[in-house]
């Protein structure tokens, strides 16, 4: 079987070499060369047609940022990005993600050399994802809105009466996800039930997340806290590193976060939040399964449905990694497969049918 070949983007020659060692250890890829900045990726790239590259943000001559874009819209091609575990590291990755990257991993700021050979597992398992995942070239950017442009079609309020009240929207994803769930939440109404969200992704970086799709959305987003209200209107991001699940408490659901084991591997995990839906919301939760390796939340997705939720799953020709809706589809726990661009859509149409439902039988 063919290796995956790839090409290491880093201004370190610290990180190039361990990167390069980790790469060759393994028997399914090889490290076919290594560059200092994005000029001398761009000719690697070209003579030696890698499948996968691993790039740093920061480097010099050109921003990692701006090579991506470039490379998206040119030639697109898989990219795992090598972030550093900050603040301003978290707001550029989420840049990166929504650029096309396929995934990143949060290299340490201090204590590189150990940092890396702990990640090793993590960062090949990703590139194996990522030489798999389906890329699509990038759009040019946008042009400037001239006067006299209509804007943007708004999704319309949804006026559910107390359905917005009684259901919940749980949302698991993980490869491709941050992408796939922004797609959802951004074609949701304002005065949408809650939704509740698990994405594979590490401690540092949901809060950059949540903050940025707050600024994109009609909904309120935000990083979930242990305790807290679940509110129509509002969506709730599990922090990275930790498992969110809902309870009930009175007449309120409320988010659970908590630290604990990881389950399939993954923490915070679906499995947990769906388990959660099935056993506290009932028929009164809408699961949605989007882009993702692995099974996480495939079972418990199921439960959901048995236990009277109605479930989507994102379709394979819109998914970055058709894994986790793959799963949940032959495990019978979904009611609908669709496109991406097409599943918040359907929820509010189904939303508004069974509120037509309601008001006919009072």
Do not use: W
């Not at 129509?232 to 309870?247: Q, R």
């Not at 799953?313 to 986790?324: K, R």
Request: charged letters at 25%; glycine letters at 8%.
């Amino acid at each position: 079987m063919a290796k995956t070949r790839v090409v290491v983007v880093d201004d370190s020659a610290l990180v190039r070499s361990l990167l390069a060692e980790i790469i060759n250890r393994q028997p399914d890829m090889e490290c076919i060369g290594t560059a200092a900045d994005p000029f001398a990726a761009r000719e690697m790239i070209r003579n030696l047609n890698p499948d996968v590259i691993t790039l740093d943000v920061e480097m010099p001559r050109m921003d990692g940022i701006d090579f991506l874009s470039k490379l998206m819209r040119l030639r697109p091609m898989p990219v795992l990005m090598v972030s550093t575990l900050t603040e301003r590291g978290a707001d550029v990755t989420m840049r990166a993600l929504e650029l096309g990257a396929i995934d990143f991993v949060a290299k340490p700021k201090i204590g590189v050399a150990d940092g890396l050979k702990q990640l090793a597992e993590e960062i090949t398992e990703k590139i194996r994802i990522a030489s798999k995942a389906h890329v699509k070239r990038a759009p040019p950017p946008p042009v400037s809105a001239t006067p006299g442009t209509p804007a943007a079609a708004k999704p319309p309020v949804a006026n559910l009466g107390r359905l917005s009240t009684e259901k919940i929207i749980f949302i698991g994803a993980s490869t491709g996800g941050t992408e796939a769930t922004k797609e959802v939440l951004m074609n949701l109404p304002a005065d949408a039930p809650a939704v509740v969200i698990t994405q594979h992704m590490p401690p540092g970086f949901t809060r950059s997340y949540a903050a940025r799709l707050d600024t994109l959305c009609k909904i309120r987003v935000k990083e979930a806290v242990d305790g807290e209200r679940i509110l129509p209107g509002h969506a709730y991001i599990a922090p990275g590193g930790l498992h969110l699940s809902v309870e009930r408490s009175g007449a309120n659901y409320v988010a659970r976060v908590r630290d604990g084991e990881p389950v399939n591997r993954h923490k915070p995990s679906v499995e947990v939040l769906f388990e959660s839906a099935a056993r506290v919301v009932g028929q009164n939760a809408f699961g949605i399964m989007l882009t993702g390796m692995g099974a996480d939340g495939a079972k418990a997705m199921k439960t959901m449905r048995d236990a009277g939720s109605y479930n989507y799953a994102q379709n394979e020709s819109t998914c970055v990694v058709f894994g986790m809706p793959r799963e949940a589809i032959q495990h019978g726990a979904a009611n609908e497969v669709l496109p991406l661009q097409d599943i918040a859509t359907h929820l509010m149409e189904k939303l508004r049918s069974m509120h037509g439902a309601l008001l006919h039988r009072v």
